[in-house]
């Protein structure tokens, strides 16, 4: 078999795990950034179907890392290109859905945040001559590395992203805000002018903002009806954006409200990053109590332990206190749940995984195991 057919049958697989996996996954996840008079607050909602187990990591500054790609997870084979290594510059808090190292989303101790939402019709650039990097895990490695929006994007062209139908929201603590999407092969960034409504949810922002227009404030005659779930989220989003009041609403609460508003019955957490402090609140629907962290009450160094604790934890209010110091048994045990409720969302996930010549129980070690390579070089 040539090169490229070798390609073409991993590029194959690959869109097949991401149809089925997106198949699976309910998709009302939202992200915004609520800005006005310094106040940088941003907002997500993770939605799935089924019960999502989530930790909250910090992470540490001074962690030697090497790349890999959700191909070479699966299968266990090396890749063919030359890893991506690093060694991270910034301290990080991240709301982990596959164990340490694998984000869904998270803020760094330069106010730079990062999150995915699900778009079906994402399609990744494949260079063979760039390293590949699984795309939970530049998420990591953004965090792990940069300070504002225009690292990100720069990134996204510089290295091979796989995994599945992703598209990503970043901003900063300058209040910039930029929406990353892999349309086609091709990554296309909206930011600035062209990113107005700083909002994402599970369409193509272009296409989102074009609905919009239709509505009354942004220029149309539709009613954005607050009542009604049929009122794209995206649209009820931009008008509670545009009609916050700091002096009538406090911020972090508004911004709660907001997410409550973005709900559709599915969503498995809840959170809010405050990217001039450092903060951040959540709850879960198995935990509705509202909790929070502030990443500069940690010591940011490797010399110290990585922490966690889990987003379901019965707990309210600061809970800096209850983070447990990272361990591979702990990352393990949550790997296993992990895996098992992504079977119970795709049950047909396993013969996919068994397709590219892997197993489960090799993905859950080679996930489990991976930050177990990292190193600490503390100056």
Avoid at 200 to 210: A, D, F, K, R, V
Wanted: one cysteine or more; charged letters at 25%.
């Amino acid at each position: 078999m040539t090169d490229i057919q070798l390609l073409r049958n991993r590029v194959f697989i690959l869109i097949f795990i991401g149809l089925l996996l997106i198949a699976a996954r309910a998709e009302p996840c939202s992200t915004f950034l609520l800005k006005k008079n310094g106040i940088l607050l941003v907002g997500h909602n993770l939605d799935e179907r089924a019960h999502v187990p989530g930790l909250v990591i910090i992470n540490k500054r001074g962690i030697a890392k090497t790349s890999v790609s959700w191909a070479s997870l699966i299968s266990g084979k090396p890749d063919s290109t030359p890893p991506l290594t690093w060694k991270s510059k910034y301290a990080s808090i991240t709301f982990n859905a596959f164990g340490r190292d694998f984000p869904d989303d998270g803020i760094n101790e330069k106010g730079l945040f990062i999150g995915e939402m699900t778009l079906q019709e994402s399609r990744f650039p494949d260079n063979p001559a760039l390293p590949r990097i699984f795309m939970s895990l530049w998420m990591q490695y953004v965090l792990d590395s940069f300070d504002d929006i225009d690292q990100v994007i720069e990134s996204a062209s510089r290295l091979t992203i796989d995994g599945w139908g992703w598209h990503f929201f970043t901003a900063d603590s300058s209040g910039r805000a930029a929406a990353i999407e892999f349309l086609d092969g091709r990554v296309v960034v909206n930011q600035g002018e062209n990113m107005p409504v700083p909002v994402l949810c599970n369409s193509q922002y272009e296409e989102e903002l074009g609905n919009l227009s239709l509505y009354q404030s942004f220029g149309g005659n539709k009613p954005v009806s607050m009542d009604k779930q049929e009122t794209p989220r995206f649209v009820q989003a931009a008008w509670m954006l545009e009609n916050f009041s700091p002096d009538k609403k406090e911020p972090v609460d508004y911004a709660f409200e907001i997410l409550s508003q973005l709900e559709r019955g599915g969503t498995q957490w809840s959170l809010v990053c405050d990217l001039k402090k450092q903060r951040v609140w959540f709850r879960s629907a198995a935990s509705p109590k509202i909790k929070e962290i502030c990443l500069k009450a940690f010591n940011p160094e490797c010399t110290e332990p990585v922490k966690f604790v889990d987003i379901h934890s019965d707990l309210e209010g600061d809970v800096s206190k209850d983070m447990d110091d990272y361990s591979y048994t702990a990352n393990r045990s949550f790997c296993e749940k992990a895996m098992k409720a992504l079977l119970k969302i795709s049950p047909l996930f396993e013969k996919v995984v068994a397709m590219q010549g892997g197993t489960m129980d090799g993905l859950l070690e080679r996930i489990a195991t991976f930050p177990e390579k990292a190193i600490c070089q503390h100056p």
